[in-house]
């Protein structure tokens, strides 16, 4: 697991800007501390911060080259099938220098240029430079796993696996706030690709490669989609008994590492299944690590302790007291963008504890978007069920169960006015921060002009993709597309990263995701628990209070830490000179949210959001030269 960066000049015969990537290796130290390398070809310059993971010796510093020279790589992540790929590559003549599993991008690419990223399994970020042909090629993993980023300069362009980097590295071209981005981000409490918080600068999504060539555009090309079909038919005990062998190699090809790994353990199914299996590939006992909270609404230590005592783990627990005045600055500067998931908080603590024991964590992330384990996708099925009645039926069903609804669930009664209105906005409902009252009432006139309606869109095209899947089906599409790559993994990515910790997702497994992909709704929400043919697989895994208990978010105690901690930062940071003076929100809007805090309707959701968002300007904008 590493940091890389780069440049590409905008002219053939102008040097890259090699003391600009100097800069942004050192921003990525965290990424990698174990060495640095900053390699100038001509036009191109590649950077590369160093966890060295396979391969520890100084032959798999990167940026790595092929035989000749001609092509040069720097790669972020693990690529898990690198053994067989190395052994194709020798048949064909190929020499290595290095036991890396970075190198074999390099010959891969000698061999099928751009469309080699089509072979690569695993979770990866990287650059290839194309001498012969002068060109830089891009790519990012079909997960999402990792990150990367790239900012179009009056010069040339440049990339890096983190946005800061980009942000600060070019002083003299100061970053500038993305209004319309920033809209999306109240939407979403987090930025969604291809888009960044910065103007001129974005996110290659994931499962795409760009080329770059010297004064063109970057040509960017989708290279894999989650399969649609057709979909299986088999029982739900014949699916398990598939499902598990594949889980099974997912987590032993995750487990090779030359430096000691270890699990992050919830003590929900996802992370429980994840251990049961790594203990069964391993001939020590697994490393396992679970944080929990003072405040027993946010601890699932007692289940963690459960399984980490059926498989005799070496398990360390840590009850966290966050310090959250220093804390959320500090993961504020990190992510670079604004990002309102407060889950990053425990991610961070989690991370932080993990790294002191271990270089490596397996994780159960990614379990719920394939094998539809939110709760709210049983929400979503009314909207299904209202979509499969007749016309003439629709608008009255919709008045009965929104009167309903408005009386005895408050959430409900708001589903119910979306109904009408399509799955994209029905799910934006479910999954959304501020909605379009409440950001009229919020926004001062420079938000007011910006566009809106920008994440119904991307959502509709995304489902539109999906239509021939199940009403279900399309939904996890759509929370594999949105939530999972630019939420999840990023909360992830960032929080482990930014103590050098590698997390590999055996969830994220293409294998593994492709079976998922063509489950029928009846075997992702059958009997309204979700997670259906995974329940049944890991039956002989894991205890049945684990398997059989409600799902848990990995949420934070924000209440406490509103009426305590945080209380006296959120006023002096929301409502003071320096937030009235940027003008985006209406001074009054602003101080009756923060006033629900002292209230019996707190909104810590929304207060949160602008927190962070608040943070960002202050660390990222209001610090530029000039500003």
Not at 11 to 27: K, L
Not at 416 to 430: N, Q, V
Request: charge should be neutral; hydrophobic fraction near 40%.
């Amino acid at each position: 697991m590493c940091g890389i960066s780069g440049f590409l000049s905008k002219e053939r015969e102008r040097p890259g800007d090699a003391e600009a990537v100097r800069r942004m290796n050192d921003a990525l130290r965290h990424r990698g501390p174990d060495a640095d390398g900053v390699m100038a070809l001509g036009p191109c310059v590649l950077g590369h911060r160093r966890l060295s993971i396979i391969d520890l010796s100084p032959e798999a510093r990167q940026p790595l080259c092929n035989e000749d020279g001609t092509v040069a790589v720097v790669v972020n992540g693990e690529i898990y099938n690198f053994v067989a790929l190395r052994e194709e590559l020798e048949g064909k003549g190929h020499v290595f220098r290095s036991r890396s599993d970075s190198e074999i991008v390099a010959h891969l690419y000698e061999e099928h240029g751009e469309d080699c990223v089509a072979r690569l399994h695993g979770m990866f970020a990287l650059g290839i430079w194309d001498a012969t042909r002068q060109r830089l090629v891009l790519a990012r993993d079909r997960g999402g796993k990792k990150p990367l980023f790239y900012r179009e300069l009056p010069h040339g362009t440049a990339f890096a696996s983190e946005v800061h980097a980009l942000a600060t590295a070019f002083p003299e071209h100061p970053a500038e706030a993305d209004l319309d981005v920033i809209e999306e981000y109240l939407t979403l409490a987090y930025v969604p690709s291809p888009r960044a918080a910065f103007r001129d600068t974005h996110k290659l999504p994931a499962a795409h490669f760009a080329v770059l060539e010297p004064g063109r555009a970057p040509r960017v090309e989708r290279y894999w989609s989650r399969p649609t079909g057709p979909l299986r038919t088999e029982s739900t005990d014949a699916l398990a008994e598939e499902l598990l062998p594949l889980l099974r190699s997912a987590v032993r090809r995750r487990m090779v590492a030359d430096v000691p790994l270890g699990a992050f353990l919830s003590g929900g199914l996802d992370s429980s299944t994840v251990v049961a299996l790594m203990a069964e590939a391993s001939p020590r006992p697994v490393k396992t690590f679970s944080i929990g909270f003072a405040e027993a609404d946010y601890s699932e230590v007692a289940y963690a302790r459960t399984v980490a005592q059926r498989y005799g783990t070496d398990h360390q627990e840590l009850v966290v007291r966050a310090d959250m005045v220093s804390v959320v600055p500090e993961i504020v500067r990190h992510h670079g963008e604004p990002f309102a998931d407060s889950s990053a908080v425990a991610t961070w603590y989690l991370s932080k504890m993990t790294r002191e024991h271990v270089t490596v964590s397996l994780s159960g992330d990614a379990g719920d978007e394939n094998f539809g384990g939110y709760r709210r996708y049983r929400t979503a099925r009314i909207g299904h069920l209202h979509d499969a009645l007749p016309s003439l039926v629709r608008g009255p069903a919709r008045a009965a169960f929104g009167a309903f609804g408005r009386v005895f669930f408050p959430y409900l009664g708001r589903y119910a006015d979306e109904l009408g209105h399509g799955e994209a906005a029905r799910y934006l409902m479910l999954v959304g921060q501020f909605e379009g009252a409440e950001k009229d009432a919020l926004y001062a006139a420079p938000m007011r002009e910006v566009r809106r309606g920008a994440t119904r869109a991307r959502f509709e095209e995304i489902l539109a993709r999906s239509a021939d899947r199940e009403p279900l089906g399309r939904i996890t599409d759509l929370d594999w597309n949105t939530y999972m790559i630019d939420d999840i993994n990023v909360k992830v990515d960032i929080a482990a990263m930014a103590h050098a910790l590698e997390v590999r997702c055996p969830f994220l497994d293409t294998d593994v995701v492709e079976f998922a992909a063509r489950l029928p709704d009846r075997q992702l929400l059958q009997g309204g628990d979700g997670k259906r043919v995974l329940r049944r697989a890991a039956e002989k895994l894991i205890p049945r209070e684990v398997i059989d208990r409600p799902k848990m978010g990995f949420g934070i105690p924000l209440e406490h830490w509103f009426r305590h901690e945080l209380r006296g930062m959120v006023r002096d940071l929301l409502l003071d000179g320096t937030a009235r003076a940027r003008g985006l929100f209406a001074p009054d809007a602003v101080a009756r949210l923060v006033a629900t805090l002292d209230g019996r309707n707190p909104r810590y959701d929304r207060v949160w959001t602008l927190l962070m968002l608040e943070l960002w300007f202050r660390e990222f904008i209001d610090r530029r030269p000039g500003a």
